[in-house]
């Protein structure tokens, strides 16, 4: 029996991943890594507004502890990017007022409806973040060894916002009455903030 010809170390070898493509008018590393940290953090001052919303409606509830528990998360992810903004010196989104108003009608008007639609809420919003956070992730890959330590951050909060969308359906969140149309609109508005969050 002859024996099967060895592949070559070229065979052998997997093929690089492909580079992101640059078009013209594409920020550099340092704005790239400039608009992160803009975006995250009003995210993570949305996310505290809209459980704050929740917790005044539910504080006092025995969902009130599971939305305390996430909301005391997304206070020390708010406190991680407070000061990355001031160490790098990165200007915040200029609808932080905006999103101080929205945030806590959206967690108060959800909480309102139910705890199970408080929970929607949640897995709308993680659902996107949990994809925000990946394409930062997948960006952040390609700049070496200088941005590893947001590379960190990014990650271990990405973990948390996961953990909070696995929470929400544990709790119910989709037997809330209109849960497919209830978590589009959530999800439609919460992109549509990550896009004015980086650039405005």
């Given at each position: 029996?002859?024996?099967?010809?060895?592949k070559?170390d070229?065979?052998?070898?997997?093929?690089p991943?492909?580079?992101?493509?640059?078009?013209p008018g594409?920020?550099?590393?340092?704005?790239?890594?400039?608009?992160?940290?803009?975006?995250?953090?009003a995210?993570?001052?949305?996310?505290?507004r809209?459980y704050?919303?929740?917790?005044?409606?539910?504080g006092?509830?025995?969902?009130?502890?599971?939305?305390?528990?996430?909301?005391?998360?997304?206070?020390?992810?708010?406190?991680?990017?407070?000061?990355?903004?001031?160490?790098?010196r990165?200007r915040?989104?200029?609808m932080?007022?905006?999103w101080?108003?929205?945030?806590?009608?959206?967690?108060a008007a959800?909480?309102?409806?139910?705890?199970?639609?408080?929970?929607?809420?949640?897995?709308?919003?993680e659902?996107?973040?949990d994809?925000?956070?990946?394409?930062?992730?997948?960006?952040?890959d390609?700049?070496?060894?200088?941005?590893?330590?947001?590379?960190?951050?990014?990650?271990?909060?990405?973990?948390?916002e996961v953990?909070?969308?696995?929470?929400?359906?544990?709790e119910?969140?989709?037997a809330?009455?209109?849960?497919?149309?209830?978590?589009?609109?959530?999800?439609?508005a919460?992109?549509?903030?990550?896009w004015?969050?980086?650039?405005?």
């Amino acid at each position: 029996m002859s024996e099967a010809t060895p592949k070559s170390d070229h065979e052998s070898d997997p093929k690089p991943a492909p580079r992101a493509r640059v078009w013209p008018g594409d920020p550099d590393s340092r704005e790239a890594v400039a608009r992160m940290i803009r975006v995250d953090h009003a995210g993570e001052y949305g996310a505290k507004r809209i459980y704050a919303g929740q917790l005044a409606v539910l504080g006092k509830s025995a969902a009130g502890a599971i939305v305390k528990k996430m909301a005391d998360q997304e206070e020390r992810h708010l406190a991680a990017f407070d000061k990355l903004i001031v160490e790098r010196r990165v200007r915040p989104t200029a609808m932080h007022p905006i999103w101080h108003v929205a945030g806590f009608a959206l967690g108060a008007a959800t909480a309102l409806l139910g705890p199970r639609a408080a929970m929607a809420c949640t897995v709308a919003v993680e659902e996107v973040i949990d994809e925000h956070y990946g394409r930062q992730l997948a960006a952040l890959d390609g700049m070496g060894a200088r941005e590893a330590a947001l590379k960190e951050t990014v990650a271990e909060f990405r973990a948390d916002e996961v953990e909070h969308k696995e929470i929400g359906l544990a709790e119910g969140a989709e037997a809330t009455p209109g849960y497919p149309v209830l978590v589009g609109a959530i999800k439609a508005a919460s992109k549509l903030a990550i896009w004015i969050s980086t650039r405005v």
